[in-house]
């Protein structure tokens, strides 16, 4: 899986917003008429000439961020794109941006003071235009539509897909949420997906970028034709989709779509099946339920909820996708200002029961002061940003304190009581299977737990069903889970580095090597079924011996040791900052 060589860092890969001012220097291959001053609220046409075939357009705020993007033909040596300033778009002097690599030109736009309810040359109100790439006044979280993002360090540049001619069509739901979907052009999507295939990605999974600036609280669903999908998974599976609003970002891969299965399922052909991916922000009920349920257990909301849907539609029937196995789909999102990231946490919600639950998420600030927040799970749900301080009064002097503490504030650990831990207490397999489960963001999954001393109606069985389903525990004989026996130190590392790879990480230590085990005296103890884990475990720093020359693999771990291998591992496979 390409996914498992992802981190999470937005770039500028096009028209360069920080660089030397002699980058934008007119060139022959590029030039851009006057712009006149206009006011907010007022259409602004962007124009020039090129000797190239296309140029990319992009306007920035005066604080750099990205007020408009497209795409332009180049029509007998000259192109044109026009948008709409938004109503209360700020005073000052905006940088237009156009052309290709270093063929670039640049120009000024200067925006006048601001008139609340303006209107355009053509009377209409000013915001966002309803075209392929709207003009909005920046939301809260800053807007990051605009910015291709390349997931990961894979070391490919995002190709943009032409948007020039996509289709908008806004709704109203019964709530009052505004959905603007917006129709992908086939062609484009296709020219994009190959050109993207074709380039040389260093081995990395090939990123098509599709953005669109929506208004403040508008929901935005993207229509990708599932025909031209399932072509380009046939010969470059591993290819990314980043789906971009100001309110977030989706990167989509093909691989977690079964296309064939979908046809089935629908009783269509691909070419009439379309792949929407919705991105929205809570509506303000919902938004409301969930701070109230954040103050209930101490801790505040940063920033407003949102919902990611993956829907497969065709022949008048819809499938929801929300489960893509081992393949953790990224997503990003911005917040206003900096995040202590020892006590932020992404969370999932559960609206049913108002329970929140940890999602493995890194907190990146910005040269802009925002930060910026990339996560990424197995499904789809409503997300947000909780910041929790967590501490009991029994680990105040406790060589684990600070571990704990960092778990327990990103939700995955509890304590005994609301205020007590029990650090040295051992730790039971149910107890650290549950631990396992939580750090990798997985859901409860009661039905999988298949043992004969596993119930329905044990706490723990839930935790223990997902983690057979993710590959993370074995039975004994008998088909027996033995929850409630100690776990020890070698069958712990047996289930963190079975971890690690549900995590989509490749460890680099050798594994099924067992030279690091030859410093400890008693490695003949370790059990043959779990030395390659114990020496994997050892090489990659999660788990150290006992003592400088003892691995002591039969002795039992405690809840301290559980949290600081919990925060290594989560650390390792880059779930945690």
């Known amino acids: 899986m390409k996914l498992r060589k992802l981190s999470l860092l937005l770039i500028f890969t096009l028209c360069l917003s920080l660089v030397p001012a002699a980058v934008f220097a007119s060139g022959p291959a590029v030039t851009i008429d006057a712009i006149g001053e206009k006011a907010p609220g007022g259409a602004v046409v962007i124009s020039g000439t090129s000797t190239l075939d296309e140029v990319i357009i992009k306007v920035l705020r005066p604080g750099n961020s990205v007020l408009f993007y497209a795409i332009a033909k180049v029509s007998g040596g000259k192109f044109s794109s026009t948008f709409t300033l938004a109503a209360s778009e700020a005073s000052g002097t905006y940088k237009v941006v156009a052309g290709e690599a270093n063929q670039v030109a640049a120009a000024d736009l200067i925006v006048k003071s601001a008139n609340t309810g303006g209107e355009d040359g053509n009377g209409n109100n000013g915001g966002n235009n309803g075209g392929p790439i709207g003009t909005i006044t920046p939301p809260t979280p800053p807007p990051v539509a605009g910015k291709p993002v390349t997931p990961g360090k894979s070391g490919a540049e995002p190709v943009i897909a032409d948007t020039s001619k996509n289709i908008t069509a806004s709704a109203t739901a019964e709530n009052g949420q505004i959905t603007a979907t917006v129709t992908q052009d086939s062609s484009a999507l296709a020219d994009a997906l190959a050109k993207a295939a074709k380039q040389d990605n260093h081995g990395a999974a090939p990123i098509i970028f599709i953005a669109f600036n929506n208004a403040v609280g508008e929901a935005v669903q993207f229509s990708l034709s599932s025909s031209v999908l399932s072509a380009a998974a046939l010969s470059a599976p591993n290819s990314i989709i980043s789906l971009q609003t100001n309110d977030g970002e989706y990167s989509l891969p093909l691989s977690i779509i079964d296309f064939a299965s979908l046809e089935q399922s629908l009783g269509t052909t691909a070419a009439n099946i379309s792949i929407l991916v919705k991105i929205s922000t809570a509506a303000a009920d919902l938004n409301a339920k969930i701070k109230q349920s954040a103050q209930a257990m101490s801790a505040s909301q940063l920033g407003n909820a949102i919902e990611f849907t993956l829907v497969a539609a065709g022949n008048g029937k819809t499938i929801e996708l929300n489960s893509f196995g081992s393949t953790y789909v990224e997503r990003t999102v911005a917040l206003t200002g900096s995040v202590d990231a020892a006590h932020a946490s992404v969370v999932r919600y559960e609206p049913s029961t108002g329970q929140f639950s940890f999602v493995p998420a890194i907190f990146e600030k910005q040269t802009d002061g925002s930060t910026k927040v990339a996560f990424k799970r197995n499904g789809n749900s409503i997300y947000t940003v909780l910041s929790v301080t967590k501490t009991f009064h029994d680990i105040s002097q406790h060589w684990a304190k600070a571990d704990i503490e960092l ?3 990103k939700l995955v650990i509890n304590g005994v009581t609301d205020n007590t831990f029990a650090p040295n207490s051992n730790i039971t397999r149910a107890e650290f299977a549950a631990l396992l489960v939580r750090s990798l963001g997985l859901a409860s999954d009661a039905s999988s737990a298949a043992f004969t001393d596993v119930k329905s109606s044990d706490w723990y069985a839930g935790v223990v069903g997902a983690a057979v389903k993710a590959k993370l525990v074995d039975g004994f004989d008998g088909n027996r889970f033995k929850p409630n026996d100690t776990i020890t130190r070698e069958q712990m590392a047996v289930m963190v580095t079975r971890a690690i790879a ?58 301290a040791q559980a949290s600081v291998m919990l925060k290594r591992l989560m650390q390792y496979v880059h779930f945690i900052n």
């Open 502 to 559: 549900a995590a989509g990480i490749t460890s680099g230590a050798s594994t099924g090597q067992n030279e690091p085990l030859t410093k400890f005296k008693d490695h003949a103890a370790i059990s043959s079924w779990a030395q390659a884990a114990v020496a994997e475990a050892i090489e990659a720093n999660i788990i150290t011996g006992l003592t400088a020359d003892t691995f002591a693999p039969s002795e039992k771990a405690t809840r």
């Open 407 to 409: 778990l327990a504030s």
